[in-house]
């Protein structure tokens, strides 16, 4: 007798397309692996919860499970409230707003995000610094390949959601993935998360091989 599939829906972060999945495995016989785009939002003030919704439309069996990717990871916890997944796991995210890093806190307190707007990052280069901090010196060529969402209303509103998710308290049983050297969401501020040894923010792209085992033993 054919085993039902089990559904994974992945969102990726934030201005990065699906293809910061591409080297994930996980066994063909067990899983269906659906990859879910950014929709651009209606506008800078969309609620989150609204562009939440909508992008819950998109996850088309019931009970999937939900895996995001840094605001990925923020998304598909705001999509849970939508629909019924039977896991929701995040990867190099955050579960609350208390999870931020000071520095970032800080930025949200003084709005100071406001002062370099996203109408101002022309280039792919200029963004990459915000979205995975200093390795981009080391590997721009990757970031030319996976961010790719360069629209100016959708980085506006992507940065400013960021900082000011509403979320005090972590969703009751989401599952937490996350790099002991991660630098945009460093694992001091994280509680109760399963540890990446030296993984970074972007450990999705090259600690893929150690979360597919995860992901994989998590069933």
Not at 20 to 46: C, D, G, Q, T, V
Not at 103 to 116: C, D, E, G, R
Not at 141 to 160: E, G, M
Request: net charge positive; aromatic share 10%.
């Amino acid at each position: 007798m054919e085993t039902t599939k089990i559904h994974i829906y992945f969102v990726p972060g934030l201005a990065a397309s699906s293809k910061i999945f591409e080297y994930l495995r996980l066994p063909e016989a067990k899983f269906e692996l659906h990859f879910i785009e950014w929709l651009m939002p209606l506008s800078e003030n969309e609620p989150l919860e609204a562009y939440a919704k909508r992008m819950a439309a998109l996850v088309l069996e019931n009970n999937p499970v939900l895996v995001g990717v840094s605001f990925g990871g923020i998304m598909v916890q705001e999509m849970s409230k939508h629909l019924k997944p039977q896991k929701t796991i995040i990867i190099s995210s955050i579960k609350s707003n208390k999870e931020l890093a000071i520095s970032l806190k800080i930025i949200k307190q003084t709005k100071a995000y406001k002062l370099f707007p996203a109408k101002a990052i022309s280039t792919i280069e200029d963004f990459s610094m915000l979205a995975f901090g200093e390795f981009v010196k080391k590997r721009m060529a990757l970031y030319q390949k996976y961010l790719s969402v360069r629209d100016k209303t959708y980085l506006t509103w992507a940065i400013a959601n960021v900082l000011n998710w509403k979320q005090t308290e972590p969703l009751k049983d989401c599952i937490h993935i996350h790099g002991t050297n991660d630098h945009i969401f460093p694992i001091k501020y994280i509680d109760n998360c399963i540890e990446v040894k030296n993984g970074t923010h972007i450990m999705i792209i090259n600690k893929a091989k150690t979360i597919g085992k995860i992901l994989s033993d998590l069933f």
